[in-house]
């Protein structure tokens, strides 16, 4: 998905970007009493449990210090004449504990995960991209001053990539260079992978791919089972057209594959392809994908395994999918057309950045109930009660998501979605900094992005052990899905991380 904001036709036929402001906070909950009032009140409902238990635990270990000789001899010929009793109760519990340990689900480890980084050749900065455009021919004068306002404001900087067939003039768009270019992204994140991880091919038992505009025959899934030599009887999945929250979609089938087949090992490859989507038309809606798109890719190893927990990065908690698609406003906000000459690409709708708010509303919603601490949960559904008496006069609590997790991934798909999600969600800038600066080095990598963004906070050191992190995407459909991982240790970044030749010189100052 692309959050770079609105377009707009005026009656000059000109068209301007707008961006969707939202409601901030009221004042008072910037108050500094109130902040620690607050900090209080959560630390007491998150203790409630041990604060009722403790009065409890202080009595028991009165009456045991009590407790004599004679009292103990009694208890054990109790015990002697109800042993039928006793075995009973004791077959029931091991029956009982046999059953929930054969039965519950494994936990979800992510062993480690790697991202493409393109080599230099391949970097198009804003000047190369618009003497390109020029050059082309296919461009009216409107359309390329509408570009470069576009990049001059989406966040991007001077070293994002476009694949090799962009890089000529003209373009040679063909088949074969998208096949080139899907191979270069994919086997180079695998590459990496298998390197770092040093697990062989043959003992993946489940692949992934997710790739929305490039699907192939054979299948991108079907290209890496033939460049690795998987095994014949890998399940082998290829998702297409699911947009930029695919990535965690293919995580979540991958996890549900996981629980049904044991001890094995899964690999989600997230991409999106450039080459065949670049849109060569005037129509504005559809000129934005070329200004914000560029290449990336990731793969993530995940494994069942138990003796891997050692050695995994994070551990999966939760993921939560909400797709509007039922709406034809949100199901058509991002869509792939010809335009009046015939020309094919993605145009957005002026409304995207609504529908992308009320779905993330709806999402939130199923998530906070998972994540968030209890005194949180408790404040939310306290003010729904009090505006359904006062029949709508009280502001709704917006929960602290700052309370559940440490990071936040927002998916980089421009500047106005993670501008928007920074104020409705009241973060920090060191919260939104990862996807901030993921889209000035890496630009919108689609699926994959969460990923870049994962791998700053780890080449920067953050990554602490039992630290959470929540990655949330947006994607055409209209969908907006979420994953939560919880850090096994303190992380360190991988060899060959994408930030580790740049990662010194961020963050960056950006100025709009």
Not at 26 to 33: G, K
Not at 151 to 173: C, F, K, N, Q, W
Not at 312 to 337: I, P
Not at 475 to 485: R, T
Request: proline share 4%.
């Amino acid at each position: 998905m692309d959050g770079a904001g609105d377009s707009r036709h005026g009656g000059d036929g000109s068209v301007g970007v707008q961006i969707r402001q939202t409601r901030i906070l009221p004042d008072f909950l910037q108050s500094v009493n109130l902040k620690y009032v607050k900090l209080g009140y959560h630390y007491v409902i998150s203790n409630l449990l041990a604060l009722c238990l403790l009065p409890l635990a202080v009595v028991i270990s009165v009456e045991a210090s009590q407790t004599n000789p004679e009292d103990l001899r009694q208890l054990w010929i109790h015990l002697q004449y109800n042993l039928v009793s006793i075995i009973i109760c004791s077959a029931v519990l091991v029956f009982g504990l046999t059953v929930y340990v054969m039965t519950r689900p494994r936990p979800v480890y992510l062993v480690d995960f790697s991202c493409y980084l393109p080599p230099n050749h391949l970097k198009a900065p804003v000047s190369r991209f618009m003497n390109h455009s020029r050059l082309t021919g296919d461009f009216d004068e409107s359309s390329l001053e509408f570009q470069r306002k576009i990049l001059e404001r989406s966040g991007l900087g001077e070293d994002t990539y476009l694949p090799e067939a962009m890089h000529h003039v003209p373009p040679t768009i063909s088949m074969a260079a998208a096949r080139e270019e899907a191979e270069q992204v994919m086997f180079g994140a695998l590459d990496k992978l298998f390197a770092n991880t040093n697990v062989k091919a043959k003992d993946i038992g489940i692949l992934v791919v997710n790739c929305s505009l490039f699907n192939p025959t054979p299948s991108l899934s079907a290209m890496i089972v033939n460049k690795y030599k998987l095994r014949g009887n890998i399940r082998s999945y290829n998702l297409g057209g699911m947009g930029c929250s695919a990535g965690v979609i293919a995580v979540d089938l991958a996890k549900d594959m996981l629980l049904v087949h044991r001890n094995t090992y899964a690999v989600v490859v997230s991409t999106e392809n450039i080459t065949q989507n670049w849109y060569f038309g005037n129509k504005k809606a559809m000129l934005i994908p070329n200004c914000l798109f560029r290449v990336g890719g990731s793969a993530v190893l995940l494994s069942n395994k138990s003796r891997d927990k050692r050695r995994s990065k994070y551990r999966l908690s939760h993921v939560v999918r909400t797709h509007r698609g039922a709406d034809d406003k949100a199901f058509r906000c991002v869509y792939q057309e010809q335009d009046d000459t015939g020309r094919t690409g993605v145009s957005l709708s002026k409304e995207l950045m609504a529908i992308a708010g009320e779905t993330l509303k709806t999402n939130i919603t199923t998530l906070g109930p998972l994540v968030l601490p209890i005194s949180e949960q408790i404040l939310f559904f306290m003010t729904l009660v009090v505006k359904k008496l006062f029949n709508g006069k009280v502001k709704p609590y917006i929960p602290d998501f700052k309370l559940a997790f440490e990071h936040f991934c927002i998916h980089a798909g421009g500047r106005a979605v993670i501008d928007e999600l920074e104020k409705n969600l009241q973060l920090s800038p060191v919260h939104v900094e990862a996807s901030r600066m993921t889209l000035h080095r890496f630009g919108n990598t689609s699926s994959s992005s969460i990923w870049y963004e994962l791998a700053y906070i780890e080449a920067k050191g953050r990554m602490r052990r039992g630290n959470r992190v929540w990655q949330i995407a947006f994607g055409s459909g209209f969908k907006c899905n979420s994953a939560v991982w919880e850090a096994l240790r303190n992380v360190k970044p991988s060899k060959d991380s994408p930030w580790e030749d740049c990662i010194d010189k961020y963050p960056v100052t950006l100025s709009y």
